[in-house]
T-cell receptor, first 110, second 116 residues
Framework: GQNIDQPTEMTATEGAIVQINCTYQ??????LFWYQQHAGEAPTFLSY????GLEEKGRFSSFLSRSKGYSYLLLKELQMKDSASYLC???????????FGAGTRLFVKA | DTEVTQTPKHLVMGMTNKKSLKCEQH?????MYWYKQKAKKPPELMFV???????INESVPSRFSPECPNSSLLNLHLHALQPEDSALYLC???????????????FGPGTRLTVL
């Protein structure tokens, strides 16, 4: 079966750092994506990991451990506009099939 | 142009109607996707077209019929839908590279469908 787990909700303070975890158990692995989705809008691509380690992109970093089936998204210097859902998604197999986790709703407070 | 466009934005239809959702991209992407998303749930993959050929059908009921007339356009034809089909329908596109490419998906704004 395919399973992707993320916390349902998180709250953090403006200017702080937050880490959103994702664990997955999938048949086949061909890369892990993080997307941001504001309420009522389409998801937008944030980061991609296919090899173990950390990928850094401005205020956002993403980490992958394939042996542990684990990834996290790190958001630094939080801003109010970062309040959104963060979706962890795994590409399975050699094609284009991507499975999304249920998403983590992040609330950033002043 | 780094945009995926979808029309219409909103659609209300009865269970006996036939309607179509349209999606367009001009980024040269050769993979295009249809997803269904219910409120507070993740997108669920329905169909994938790769180089204008249907490559994935996630056991979607036949009342949903996809079509890819060319490399820029993707349609979803709807017929005899049920109220539980009411959802946000998202179209996405991505490059279709092989090894070494990310192939991240670019999503359109979606069509919010209500079936009465």
């Amino acid at each position: 079966g395919q399973n992707i787990d993320q916390p349902t909700e998180m709250t953090a303070t403006e200017g702080a750092i937050v880490q959103i975890n994702c664990t997955y158990q999938t048949s086949g692995f061909n890369g892990l994506f993080w997307y941001q989705q504001h309420a009522g809008e389409a998801p937008t691509f944030l980061s991609y990991n296919v090899l173990d380690g950390l990928e850094e992109k401005g205020r956002f970093s993403s980490f992958l451990s394939r042996s542990k089936g684990y990834s996290y998204l790190l958001l630094k210097e939080l801003q109010m506009k970062d309040s959104a859902s963060y979706l962890c998604a795994v590409r399975v197999g050699g094609g284009f099939k991507t499975i999304f986790g249920a998403g983590t709703r992040l609330f950033v407070k002043a | 142009d780094t945009e995926v466009t979808q029309t219409p934005k909103h659609l209300v239809m009865g269970m006996t109607n036939k309607k179509s959702l349209k999606c367009e991209q001009h980024m040269g992407h050769r993979a295009m996707y249809w997803y269904k998303q219910k409120a507070k749930k993740p997108p669920e993959l329905m169909f994938v077209y790769s180089y204008e050929k249907l490559s994935i059908n996630e056991s979607v009921p036949s009342r949903f019929s996809p079509e890819c007339p060319n490399s820029s356009l993707l349609n979803l034809h709807l017929h005899a839908l049920q109220p539980e089909d009411s959802a946000l329908y998202l179209c996405a596109s991505s490059p279709a590279g092989t090894s070494g490419t990310i192939n991240e998906q670019f999503f359109g704004p979606g069509t919010r469908l209500t079936v009465l």
